[in-house]
Structures are given as C-alpha cells and as structure tokens.
C-alpha cells in the first residue's frame, strides 16, 4: 500500500519534474506505476518507464496517450503481449483523430507504428487493431487490405465486416482468392452489400455464409440468385429461417420456400411478406396439403407416442412444451403429446389440424388444457389457419369461447 504522502503527491494534483525524478530514484514499484500512468508526465520520464522491468509499468505507459512517439516504438518490440496488445489499442484510436496541424513526421511515425503493430506475430494485437480501426475511413488503406488478408478470423472479419474502406472490387478479389468461412460470413453481413458480391458468396454454396447473407435485409440479391438458392435449400435446414424472412419476396419465390420450410415459417413468412386472401390461401392449401402427405411410419408414431406418454408422466407436456415444438417443427411429437394432454387420437388431432378451423384448433388447444396464447400459436404456426379464420383471445388473454361451444366444436371431430 502506498503511504499517504505517495497517495497525496501521485494524485490528481500536479506534480513537478523534480519531484517525479525523486520518486523514481528512490524507486518504489507503485511509484513507477503511479508515474507511468500520468497524463501530464514529461515525455523523458515516461520513455524511462518504457524501459522499466515491470511489465505493469510498460504497460501502463503502452496505454498513456501522453506517452511519447518513440517510447510507443520501444514498446512495440516488448516482449510481453499484453504490453503490445495495450499499445495497439491506443494507437488504433489515436491514428485516425491525429489533429490535421499535427506534424508530418509525428502523423508518419504514427501510421508506421500501426503499420508494425497490424503485422504482429501475436493474433490478438493484430485483431487489437482491426477492432478499433474497423469502421474508420481516416487510416491508411492498405493497412486494412493487409488486415482483411490475414488468415486469422478475429483479425480480419472486424475489416471485412465494417470497413468502408473495401470496396466492391476488394471483396470480389477476397472472396476469389479463397477465404475461411467466417471470412465469408463477415463479408455477408456488410451493410448494403452489392448484387455482384452477394452473387459471389452465394456462388460459394458455402452454408454459414450464405445464412448469413439471407439473413442481411440491406444485402442487394437478384432474383435469379435467390432463385438458386432456393433450389438448394431444400437439404440446408440452416437456409429456411433467413429465406423465410427475407423482405420483399416475389410472390413465386414465397411459393417455392413454402414448399419445404416448416409451417411456422411459412406464417411467418406471410407476415413478413403480406399477400391478398386469395394467395394467402392458395399457398396454406398447399402447405397443408404436404404436411398431409408427410405423415410418419406405423414404427415411427408407436415410437413418438411412447415418448409422449413418458413426457406426461414426467410433467413435461405444458405451454412452453408446445410452443418449443412448434419453433423447432416437432410436429409429429406435438401431435402425439397433443393427442395424450387431449385425451383424444393422434390421428383426431392430425384432422383437427388440417381442418383449416381456427374455432377447432382452439378448442382442441383447451381440451390439452393450454392457454389462449398456445392456442393462437397453434392455429397461425401449426395449423396454418387463414387468416380470415383466426380466432384472437378475449382481451388479449381469455378463450373467446365458452365450455359449451369449445366442446361443440370438438365434438364434429370425435363423431365416427
């Protein structure tokens, strides 16, 4: 612990330059400390602390923007990472807010500084400098060319993600040359990505990419790009969320994606894109229709319903179950639990499901003893009810039905 004199002479208050040679020639490890952290220390007394042995000491003069240009270019040969790693930070940060009355050979010192620390041996100094120069327009270019080149994804996707100084031809180049995946990821991501780039990733067929892509609203995509992206997402389960909710989808490409995403994509991709009633029949009826055709094997359901009657057993099939099934499209699972928590046969609530009754499916969802919410979940996202059959909640929250009527409406579908 520092004596209260140290404490009171190495505070805010000024300190002289005597007095600071004093404390490092009596020297004392938190003096120095003290010292090297000072913003209104001499220039000569924080490039002697450069040089200290304590690596604490270095660092804090590393970080001191107060420091000497050349105590900053000591320090980027230190043997210690985390030293370098502190320097890179605050010469990132200082390079692109050099005042412009600043002196030429200061502003030049600067940048080949950077330049060095950009080609450190250690990763994390390098990413040090992408991080903090990644949506800068004020350092030089080819530092953040040489950054994006780096085989290294934390260092080079901050760049390729942010930088305006990449333009179009940059990433074509990049991207032709052959990058990782999470090169091509960062790349995705950009703001108002061109048409010619989105075209190259999605060229790629590379899968995290090009969900990422999709998942970019500002990302330009032409028609006929998409149009072959469709026609591979069928078997790229990792593709049907972001082509879903792609905005601004043709009418025929909305066709296309409801052909094999599951029903909850398919309302919300209604939602996202709003059609006429017509259309928005049209491609339920179809939807529908393959879910029909998409029934499981006699094996496959003994199996599910064993599953389902284990989950009740358990006290697991509740609320939050059914609306985990319906996101993760568990629909044959669902049915079965539906079927155990009901009381009725999976092969009732198969119909109730297809029925295109949204009154039906709330009923069914009470009889399971679910709420209304689960129930309207149930009609937009499993049974892909239209919407002009939607049954809302009572003030937001009730069954807008009573007993009698839910079961009236049960009772259509139990009949032999």
Not at 162 to 184: F, K, Q, T, V, W
Not at 242 to 260: D, T
Not at 314 to 325: K, P, S, T, Y
Request: proline content about 5%.
């Amino acid at each position: 612990m520092m004596s209260e004199e140290r404490e009171q002479t190495l505070g805010q208050q000024p300190i002289s330059y005597d007095e600071a040679r004093r404390l490092l020639e009596r020297g004392r490890l938190d003096d120095r400390r003290a010292l090297a952290q000072r913003q209104d220390m001499r220039p000569e007394i924080l490039y002697f602390l450069a040089e200290d042995e304590d690596r604490e000491v270095r660092r804090a003069v590393a970080a001191n923007p107060a420091a000497p240009i050349h105590a900053d270019q000591l320090l980027a040969r230190d043997s210690d990472d985390e030293v370098r790693l502190e320097l890179a930070r605050k010469i990132a940060r200082l390079v692109p807010d050099l005042p412009p009355d600043e002196s030429i050979r200061i502003r030049e010192r600067a940048i080949e500084l950077l330049e060095s620390l950009a080609r450190d041996a250690l990763p994390k100094v390098r990413a040090m400098v992408a991080e903090e120069i990644k949506r800068s327009d004020r350092v030089p270019r080819e530092i953040v060319r040489q950054l994006a080149r780096d085989l290294e994804s934390i260092v080079c996707c901050p760049v390729l993600e942010y930088s305006p100084l990449l333009d179009e031809n940059d990433l074509r180049e990049l991207i032709a040359a052959g990058m990782s995946s999470e090169a091509l990821s960062a790349i995705a991501r950009r703001e108002n990505l061109d048409e010619t780039v989105s075209d190259d990733i999605a060229a790629t067929l590379d899968v995290p990419a090009v969900a990422a892509l999709l998942a970019n609203d500002s990302a330009q995509i032409r028609e006929d790009t998409l149009d072959r992206l469709i026609d591979q997402a069928r078997e790229v389960a990792e593709w049907h969320q972001p082509l879903a909710m792609r905005p601004q989808l043709s009418i025929r490409a909305m066709k296309r994606i409801a052909g094999f995403v599951a029903s909850a994509l398919v309302h919300r991709m209604m939602e996202r894109n709003p059609i006429d009633e017509k259309l928005a029949d049209e491609i339920l009826d179809r939807v529908r229709q393959r879910i029909a055709e998409e029934q499981v094997g006699d094996d496959e359901a003994a199996e599910l319903a064993a599953k389902a009657r284990d989950f009740h057993r358990r006290g697991m099939l509740n609320d939050e179950f059914v609306h985990d099934a319906i996101e993760n499209n568990r629909r044959e699972l669902l049915i079965q639990c539906l079927a155990v928590m009901a009381d009725i046969e999976p092969a009732v609530v198969r119909r109730i499901l297809l029925s295109k009754s949204g009154r039906a499916v709330t009923a069914l969802a009470w009889k399971a003893g679910l709420k209304m919410r689960t129930a309207f979940k149930m009609q937009t996202e499993l049974a892909l009810v239209s919407p002009s059959q939607l049954v809302p909640a009572k003030e937001g929250r009730d069954y807008p039905m009573d007993e009698s009527e839910l079961v009236w409406h049960l009772s259509y579908f139990l009949e032999d």
